[in-house]
C-alpha cells in the first residue's frame, strides 16, 4: 500500500519560512518523479514545484521561484519543500504527489498522478 506522509506544516508570520517533508512508503521511490501542489479555499489544485526521480531536473511556478526549493533524497524516500519568503497568499493545503517516472517533462508529468498525500495546511499571516 502505498502512502504519502506530509509533515511541517503550520502556522507562520509573512516573510519566514518553512519546510515540508513526505516520506515515502510501499512505492519504489526512486522511479518516481514528485511534486508538491496547494489548494487554497475556492481554488483548483496547482502544481507548486516538482522533481525528477534523480533530481536532475526541477520546475517552479512562476509565483514561487526564487523562493521555494524542492528537494529528494532517494535513500530516505523522501521529498522536501523549503519555503522561503513566505506571503500570505501562499496560504493553502499542501499536497505530496508521485509520478510514476514517464519519459515527458516532469511538469506535464503532474497532470497525472498517481498518488497523492492527504495534505498539511500552511498558513501565512500578514
Known amino acids: 500500500q502505498v502512502q504519502l506522509v506530509e509533515s511541517g506544516g503550520g502556522l507562520v508570520q509573512a516573510g519566514g519560512s518553512l519546510r515540508l517533508s513526505c516520506a515515502a512508503s510501499?512505492?519504489?521511490?526512486?522511479?518516481?518523479?514528485m511534486g508538491w501542489f496547494r489548494q487554497a479555499p475556492g481554488k483548483e489544485r496547482d502544481v507548486v514545484a516538482a522533481?525528477?526521480?534523480?533530481?536532475?531536473?526541477?520546475y517552479y511556478t512562476d509565483s514561487v521561484k526564487g523562493r521555494f526549493t524542492i528537494s529528494r533524497d532517494n535513500a530516505k524516500n523522501t521529498v522536501y519543500l523549503q519555503m522561503n519568503s513566505l506571503k500570505p497568499e501562499d496560504t493553502a493545503v499542501y499536497y505530496c504527489?508521485?509520478?510514476?517516472?514517464?519519459?515527458?517533462?516532469?511538469?506535464?508529468?503532474?497532470?497525472?498522478?498517481?498518488?497523492w498525500g492527504q495534505g498539511t495546511q500552511i498558513t501565512v499571516s500578514s
Open positions: 504527489a508521485a509520478k510514476r517516472a514517464v519519459p515527458m517533462p516532469i511538469v506535464q508529468a503532474m497532470g497525472s498522478i498517481d498518488y
Open positions: 510501499g512505492l519504489t521511490f526512486s522511479t518516481y518523479a
Open positions: 522533481i525528477s526521480w534523480s533530481g536532475g531536473s526541477t
